[in-house]
């Protein structure tokens, strides 16, 4: 019964991994070239740099590649500058930004990320950690944070470790095989 759809499936399948021709950003209000496209939104438009950035604002664990021109290659969203700003509401910025590492590394239930951060630096500002605890982000320690782990990510990995018996070091090379199954650009070992 499959059988019949097999062709149209495969056709569909191989569209996703080269598009027919790169044409304009899919943003409206945009003309350049959209060669950048997200794995993880549920449609496949491509976009130009400025505008993909943009819509990730608050997405940034988000997988991004671009068009080369005969294949997609793998790129993140802190390779395209985006920014990830703590201690204010999303979107605002902070006058005084205090720059993360720029190695910094974000552990999230679908792979293992690296962003580019900042962290308020105004009068007011809490301490880094808390900064993180206060966008969902649980830090490696309390002492210059360097990685941390989504809350979703701790989440499910209690679960799985109740169920499966999985150990933190077998759930750890399982997101790294997601992130980079090849080990081309293996990310940062955290142990």
Request: charged share 20%; proline share 5%.
């Amino acid at each position: 019964m499959w059988r019949e759809w097999a062709d149209t499936y495969l056709a569909e399948l191989l569209r996703l991994e080269a598009p027919q021709l790169i044409g304009s950003c899919a943003s409206s209000a945009c003309e350049a070239d959209g060669q950048y496209q997200c794995l993880m939104c549920f449609n496949a438009r491509q976009y130009c740099r400025q505008c993909i950035t943009a819509n990730h604002s608050q997405l940034y664990l988000h997988r991004i590649q671009y068009w080369t021109g005969h294949f997609f290659w793998k790129t993140t969203l802190a390779e395209l500058s985006l920014r990830v700003q703590l201690g204010h509401s999303p979107g605002d910025t902070c006058c005084n930004p205090c720059t993360g590492d720029p190695k910094f590394t974000v552990i999230d239930i679908d792979g293992i990320y690296r962003i580019n951060l900042d962290y308020c630096n105004c009068h007011t500002a809490e301490p880094r950690d808390i900064q993180l605890l206060r966008h969902r982000l649980y830090p490696a320690t309390s002492v210059s944070p360097e990685t941390c782990t989504t809350f979703r990510c701790l989440e499910e990995f209690q679960v799985l470790s109740f169920m499966s018996k999985a150990s933190a070091y077998e759930y750890y090379w399982a997101l790294s095989r997601l992130t980079d199954n090849l080990g081309i650009n293996a990310p940062p070992v955290s142990f």
